[in-house]
């Protein structure tokens, strides 16, 4: 294997999910101090952003801290600065399958979910 001055990082073109992009050694910006602040200050959030601008990625890279998956943020600002010694449950919806018409189609969707 090479050393690290000439390992070449991959650029992780179409991932969403912060484990495959940490152990498969892509490029990855530390957004873990935005998503610490987010954590501790925040309440609510509604996530408006463009299609893939990284909101997967977002709620991805949350659900490993909320799991407890220290491994996957050793080098990143999280790794010092969060407690792993607590984990959460977490449930995950999605409603990126397509587009709902009606209050009964959120609803089915919703109980398919659940």
Known sequence: MTDDANFKKKLP?????????REDHHYYVDKTPLALK?????KYY???RPRRFGKSLLIDTLAELFAGNQSLFTGLYAED???????????????????????AELD???????
């Not at 073109?13 to 992009?21: D, H, K, L, P, S």
């Not at 987010?38 to 925040?42: K, N, P, S």
């Open 46 to 48: 509604f996530l408006s």
């Open 81 to 103: 600065n969060w407690d792993w010694t607590r984990k959460y449950p977490i449930i995950r919806f999605s409603f990126g399958g397509g587009n709902v018409h009606s209050q």
């Open 108 to 114: 089915a969707k919703i109980q398919e979910q659940l």
């Open 13 to 21: 073109i179409g991932i969403q999910t912060f484990r495959e992009i």
């Open 38 to 42: 987010l954590i501790e200050q925040g």
